[in-house]
């Protein structure tokens, strides 16, 4: 399995608190994906990263904001929570981005109350 | 419309049947990819494919570029095949990877 951790697996916070979620890969892999999974939806990318402080924003990026400081590290942060970003979040990582073969990590389980 | 199809949307079959899932797609592609998501678990990819046929044990994944059309067999069906199956495509259009809905795979023992 590549080497791809989440974490908190699981979150329960407040509508309008700050939520950092953080995905960390082993792999040095170049390309990082932050996506959402939501009943009666494909996976919908919301940012991704193909270099150190180098982002770009996905399909559903409105209201997240991310950051990459380290190859390892990609951090998605929700500045002020909504009920409507209650969802699971997956990382992903490739090699190169385009067609190349992503990895998955176990995601995290978000519930804004 | 969505850019990815696939049908059917759930499947219940006994084991040791033969499964076919099916995956349309409207864009021009460069590699179209087949995952597996297990109950309350993690994504795990099983055939990345541009053009042809590959296999891998009991599965085997087929696409026709033309007809923008691929397929996902399983032979000799089993519970542990139980999961979501998914279909993604790398559009040539921006790089980036649609997916499907996904399929939900159930197999009575």
């Known amino acids: 399995d590549a080497g791809i951790t989440q974490s908190p697996r699981h979150k329960v916070t407040e509508t309008g608190t700050p939520v950092t979620l953080r995905c960390h890969q082993t792999e040095n892999h170049r390309y990082m994906y932050w996506y959402r999974q939501d009943p009666g939806h494909g996976l919908r990318l919301i940012h991704y990263s193909y270099g150190v402080k180098d982002t770009d924003k996905g399909e559903v990026s409105d209201g997240y904001s991310v950051s990459r400081s380290k190859t390892e590290d990609f951090l998605l942060t929700l500045e002020s929570a909504t009920s409507s970003q209650t969802s699971v979040y997956f990382c992903?990582?490739?090699?190169?981005?385009?067609?190349?073969?992503?990895?998955f990590g176990p995601g995290t389980r978000l519930t804004v109350t | 419309k969505n850019e990815v199809e696939q049908s059917p949307q759930n499947l219940t079959a006994q084991e040791g049947e033969f499964i076919t899932i099916n995956c349309s797609y409207s864009?021009?592609?460069?590699?179209l990819h087949w995952l597996q998501q297990h109950p309350g678990g993690g994504i795990v990819s099983l055939f990345m494919?541009?053009?042809g046929k590959k296999k891998h044990g009991r599965l085997i994944a087929t696409i026709n570029i033309q007809e923008k059309h691929s397929s996902l067999h399983i032979t000799a069906s089993h519970p542990r095949d139980s999961a979501v199956y998914i279909c993604a495509v790398d559009s040539n259009r921006d790089d980036k990877i649609i997916f499907g809905k996904g399929t939900r795979l159930h197999i009575l023992p």
């Open positions: 494919l541009s053009s």
């Open positions: 864009v021009g592609i460069s590699a």
């Open positions: 992903a990582i490739s090699e190169q981005g385009g067609p190349y073969e992503q990895y």
